[in-house]
């Protein structure tokens, strides 16, 4: 089945630093969207990418998916301390099943 | 609040006991999800109902039991659970996924359960 690979699992940066988080899928995807989920919250929706080399920013947030649809990355510039908690990114299949597959997460430190 | 309303936030409960997770969703969506978390696991989808039909089924033990009474209600029914049943479960929904288009996933609060 469908399987997406997140890295790294846990980063430590100071605050001010940047920070990237890499997901990669074993499948083609129709999209890729990433999630955010503060210490003892839930994920939140953060954005979706659906064009192959797609670029979206979000003030801080780059947001980047491959050329072959099977990558994506998250880049924060200049962290802080509101950027702490895991981002997840969540591929979804070409085929007919819909469903989100999850990577395993990103849990992001922020040291001040 | 998110749209997506869990309770209760917390549960304890025996391996013998029978209880129910609730999920309401306001946002008007058509789709709605349960999801297991467990501590350095990936996020599990458990159940995937479509306009109160269920479309997914992932290889759930039957001792969980899904419910969609329509499309802005979801339970979870719960009976002789095992202490590695213990995690985060959460409710999501979104926009009606037979329309081919991708949308994110609202995600409820959570409920925390641990079974002892």
């Known amino acids: 089945g469908q399987q997406v690979m997140q890295i790294p699992q846990y980063q430590h940066v100071q605050e001010g630093e940047d920070f990237t988080t890499y997901c990669n899928s074993s499948?083609?995807?129709?999209?890729i969207q990433w999630y955010k989920q503060r210490p003892g919250g839930h994920p939140v929706f953060l954005i979706q990418?659906?064009?192959?080399?797609e670029v979206k920013k979000q003030k801080r947030l780059t947001f980047q998916f491959g050329e072959a649809k099977k990558n994506s990355s998250l880049h924060i510039t200049a962290t802080q301390t509101t950027d702490v908690g895991t981002y997840f990114c969540?591929?979804?299949?070409?085929?007919?099943?819909?469903?989100?597959?999850f990577g395993s997460g990103t849990q992001l430190t922020v040291l001040p | 609040e998110t749209g997506v309303t869990q309770t209760p936030r917390h549960l304890v409960m025996g391996m013998t006991n029978k209880k129910s997770l609730k999920c309401e969703q306001h946002?008007?969506?058509?789709?709605m999800y349960w999801y297991k978390q467990s501590a350095k696991k990936p996020l599990e989808l458990m159940f995937v109902?479509?306009?109160?039909?269920?479309?997914e089924n992932n290889s759930v033990p039957s001792r969980f039991s899904p419910e969609c009474p329509n499309s802005s209600h979801l339970f979870l029914h719960l009976h002789t659970l095992q202490p590695e049943d213990s995690a985060l479960y959460l409710c999501?929904?979104?926009?009606?996924?037979?329309?081919?288009?991708?949308?994110?996933?609202?995600f409820g609060s959570g409920t925390r359960l641990t079974v002892v």
């Open positions: 999501a929904s979104s926009q009606d996924l037979r329309t081919g288009r991708h949308y994110g996933y609202t």
């Open positions: 109902y479509n306009f109160k039909e269920q479309t």
């Open positions: 946002l008007g969506h058509n789709a």
């Open positions: 499948t083609t995807l129709s999209n």
């Open positions: 990418l659906v064009k192959s080399g």
């Open positions: 969540a591929g979804q299949s070409s085929g007919s099943a819909r469903q989100l597959t």
